[in-house]
């Protein structure tokens, strides 16, 4: 079991940064894939990135490529999601997530058995 927290969110211009940070507790932090997710009003869940408990690899939605990086901490049981040149229609709340890692690095929701309540990132342009 693995209990998430997010925080770092916030009310930010557009071109500003955030940094988002997932707190976990439970078993076993450093073996899990950690994700990012996001929805915003009316829309569904959308995959943002992961980062491989190994740490080899990483996947990035495509409009985040080059402005998100996604780190993680396993000393601190942290993961991060570094935002800048924010966007307005990066507006959403975002989710963590923990993967136990049945298929590799996912993008998929439903492979995904821990998230965090969410915190809201809104952008204002």
């Known amino acids: 079991q693995v209990q998430l927290v997010e925080s770092g969110g916030g009310l930010v211009q557009a071109g500003d940064s955030l940094r988002l940070s997932c707190a976990a507790s439970?078993?076993?932090?450093?073996?899990?894939?950690m994700g990012w997710f996001r929805q915003a009003p009316g829309k569904q869940r959308e995959f943002v990135a992961a980062l491989r408990w190994t740490g080899d690899r990483i996947n990035y939605l495509d409009s985040v490529k080059g402005r998100f990086t996604i780190s993680r901490d396993n000393a601190k049981n942290t993961a991060y999601l570094q935002m800048t040149s924010l966007k307005s229609e990066d507006t959403a709340v975002y989710y963590c997530?923990?993967?136990?890692?049945?298929?590799?690095?996912?993008?998929?929701?439903?492979?995904?058995?821990?998230w965090g309540q969410g915190t809201q990132v809104t952008v204002s342009s």
């Open positions: 439970g078993r076993s932090f450093s073996y899990y894939n």
């Open positions: 997530a923990a993967d136990p890692d049945r298929a590799g690095l996912s993008s998929r929701a439903g492979d995904y058995d821990y």
